[in-house]
């Protein structure tokens, strides 16, 4: 009997097995369409930039295209740009730089709608310089020779930084730059395990509530209006369906002059994705969406990028940019 | 004995709960980083009554379940195949030893660049992972098998295939499930783990979403589940053993001569 059993159960196991092998095959890469209707899926991240995405979607932009998102959340875009990259997605968001930097490695990706901008407003940005209550750092310049905090090294942050020490007239070089994720940011500035910290929302509002001082608005610094985000597919996408690019990029479009114009829904659809708590969220600085990226801002980071070394080769940005 | 033995693991219990409320509470740790127990519990509470937590809990419970099951399955049968077939073990051996202590975790790019952020990206770390458990802890149940009692069935004249049902697989079986009591454990860390680095859905997205949303105490709340689960399956696969091997001496307790 009980060699019965442990057969049997072996037997399970491996039809469990071969069950699970045989479907497989059925991951097309495509986009599904049904009735009219194209399901695209969207790599994203849970933060507040995506929110115009989700609001399109609620209120039917979208749908007017004869588009259904279906948004897949990521913990970063380093697991959005392989997904896009292979065909598991159509769509995802990104920082532009990283889709830069992307690029200059060889995958073939296509910036098509605009992400997220910077308010571009000294002061009042999504994202910031902080550092400890009563800490004796007053400017960029004094962080030489200081421990700053980025979410990715030799990324977007890190290069804001860097500019924004050169041009309060500090060396970026004898800055120390540590990676750490944007939500651990607050208790490592706490307990000074760094000196200061680059943190975007919602870290920043927590850090704020804590009594952290902003000293600068490096994304301002960089760009009047800097295009931070974007969305993307492959190259190879973009060239066998420009049509549901197209119909991805007016919804888009549509989505984010929205989003941009009712802030107070923003706020309330950002609950349906994220936890961010209540009180920290009706606090936080809500980014710019302009329907078009701004490509200046971009060919700036590009630049930037180069100067400091960030790219192995010069990023093409006519080949990257919609 | 059992009775003073659940008391004395209910008040560690209580005891490492009062030390969580306490810490936070005393100001040693700030309240804003390790809320205290109270307030994860009520987090929690919160989170048992949200629909969305149910599902992540499914997603999790099916990528575990799934992904255990392959591994197992696959673990015995190659793990009886490589001891059987001549030489296949030396052939094997270096590859094996080779592959077992590459971190599953290192192939995470590779279980995006294939299938996305899905249940078989999860899987495919869960299998990788738990496999050799299974596998490694069959090639040695078989190499226990007893020299006298193989040479004797075959005496008898039994096959191959009636001497790995009568002799060999009662002589793995403790082996085997050894394997699957801890490939059980490792492929629900696995599956959190997945889940919160690739983002696929389950708990440890849900993980992942609190953390960048700073939502500490909910962020705690579902750490706390994971541990229970961890706890609940490690309860479930040693009754499971025991019962597998009801007739076995290290569960009977008796000396068999």
Known sequence: MRRLIAGLTTGAFLLVATACGSSGGDSSSGSTSSGGVTTVKVGLIPIVDVAPLYLGEKKGFYEKQGLKLS?????????????VASGQYQFGFSNVFSLMVAQTNGVSLKAISNGAASTGVQGKDFGATVVKKGSPIKTMKDLEGKKVAVNTLKNINELAVRESVTKAGGDPDKVKFVELPFDQMPAALDKGQVDAAMAVEPALTTMKEQGAQEIASPLVDMASKLTVAMYFTSTQYAQKNP??????????????????AHPDEVRQIVTTYTQVPASVLAKVTLPKWPAEANRASIETQAKLGEQYGFFKKSPDLDALLP | MRGTNAALGAAGLAAFLA????????????EAYFPPTSRIASALGDELADGGFWSALGDTLTGWAIGLAIAVGAGVVVGVLVSIVPYLREA????????????????????????????????LLVVYASFWQVLIQTLYGVQDVDPVAEETARSYGLGTWARVRHVLWPTALPYV??????????????????????????LGQEIAVAQ????????????VVAGLLGLL???????????????????????AV
């Open chain 2, 233 to 255: 399956i490690n309860v479930g696969a040693r009754a499971v053993e025991r019962r597998a091997l009801a007739w076995h001496q290290s569960v009977r307790g008796e000396v």
């Open chain 2, 212 to 223: 960048t949303s700073q939502a500490v105490p909910e962020m705690y709340a579902l750490i």
């Open chain 2, 19 to 30: 030390l969580g409320e306490a810490v936070p509470r005393l100001g040693l740790v700030k």
């Open chain 2, 177 to 202: 499930m050894t394997g699957v009591r801890l490939a059980a454990a490792v492929a629900l860390i696995l599956a959190i783990t997945a889940e919160l680095v690739i983002g696929a859905p389950g």
């Open chain 2, 92 to 123: 094997t051996a270096s590859t094996i030893e080779f592959l077992r202590p590459i971190p599953s975790v290192a192939l995470i790019p590779l279980a995006v660049l294939l299938y996305g952020t899905e249940l078989k990206s999860v899987l």
């Open chain 1, 243 to 260: 049509e549901i690019v197209k119909k991805f990029q007016k919804a888009t479009a549509e989505s984010l002059a929205y989003a941009d």
């Open chain 1, 71 to 83: 948004p897949t959340l990521a913990s970063g875009g380093a697991a959005i740009v392989p997904a």
